[in-house]
């Protein structure tokens, strides 16, 4: 005789009442996350390594902030120095700087449609909306500016000004000028991809 099945016994969760399995698609995934840690390991282990890598960076942010320091009995002032901030953004990572450069890109569109990209004018101080009026003057073409795939935001200008475009921000904006590698102020550069 075949043997009866028994009931499942499922886990629910002490923070949104989900299945535990289901609580990464519930509306509080972030909140579950110390719930599910502790009562549920075995279903989310990656869960587990987080909260042991969380620990670690923990200590080792602790580690870096704590300093020594080292005094001169003949001098009779001591010197501490401060250590070096780092932004870190959420999940640990470290911010970095943004490096000053601007890059002009060609995209085709249509087959022998283009539209030429400007990024970056503005970490020269240049205003994006000033700069793409002068360039839709100035090459007779639409320009706009818009938010590029990276959240940043960007001049769009309509055909093909891709060389053109050089001499003119040179011409336009004195602090870019031309170097031998492409546009250089005070050693940043300018990429035409």
């Given at each position: 005789?075949?043997?009866?099945?028994?009931?499942?016994?499922?886990?629910?969760?002490?923070?949104?009442?989900?299945?535990?399995?289901?609580?990464?698609?519930?509306?509080?995934?972030?909140?579950?996350?110390p719930w599910l840690v502790q009562n549920a390991p075995?279903?989310?282990?990656?869960?587990?390594?987080?909260?042991?890598?969380?620990?670690?960076?923990?200590?080792?942010?602790?580690?870096?902030?704590?300093?020594?320091?080292?005094?001169?009995?003949?001098?009779?002032?001591?010197?501490?120095?401060?250590?070096?901030?780092?932004?870190?953004?959420?999940?640990?990572?470290?911010?970095?700087?943004?490096?000053?450069?601007v890059i002009i890109e060609k995209v085709v569109r249509n087959k022998r449609k283009s539209i030429t990209t400007?990024?970056?004018?503005?970490?020269?101080?240049?205003?994006?909306?000033?700069?793409?009026?002068?360039?839709?003057?100035?090459?007779?073409?639409?320009?706009?500016?818009?938010?590029?795939?990276?959240?940043?935001?960007?001049?769009?200008?309509?055909?093909?000004?891709?060389?053109?475009?050089?001499?003119?921000?040179?011409?336009?904006?004195?602090?870019?000028?031309?170097?031998?590698?492409?546009?250089?102020?005070?050693?940043?550069?300018?990429?035409?991809?």
């Amino acid at each position: 005789m075949a043997e009866k099945p028994q009931p499942v016994r499922v886990l629910y969760c002490g923070v949104c009442g989900l299945p535990a399995e289901y609580c990464e698609f519930g509306p509080d995934f972030e909140k579950c996350k110390p719930w599910l840690v502790q009562n549920a390991p075995d279903l989310y282990p990656d869960l587990l390594k987080d909260a042991n890598a969380n620990e670690a960076d923990k200590v080792s942010d602790q580690l870096q902030s704590t300093s020594i320091a080292v005094g001169t009995a003949s001098s009779g002032s001591s010197s501490t120095s401060k250590p070096e901030e780092v932004k870190r953004l959420p999940g640990g990572k470290i911010k970095k700087k943004e490096k000053q450069e601007v890059i002009i890109e060609k995209v085709v569109r249509n087959k022998r449609k283009s539209i030429t990209t400007v990024k970056g004018l503005e970490l020269f101080g240049v205003k994006l909306s000033d700069a793409s009026k002068k360039l839709g003057k100035k090459f007779a073409t639409g320009a706009s500016v818009v938010k590029g795939p990276t959240e940043k935001e960007q001049i769009d200008v309509q055909g093909d000004i891709s060389y053109d475009i050089v001499e003119f921000i040179t011409e336009t904006w004195p602090d870019l000028h031309l170097d031998r590698y492409g546009f250089q102020r005070k050693g940043f550069d300018i990429f035409i991809q």
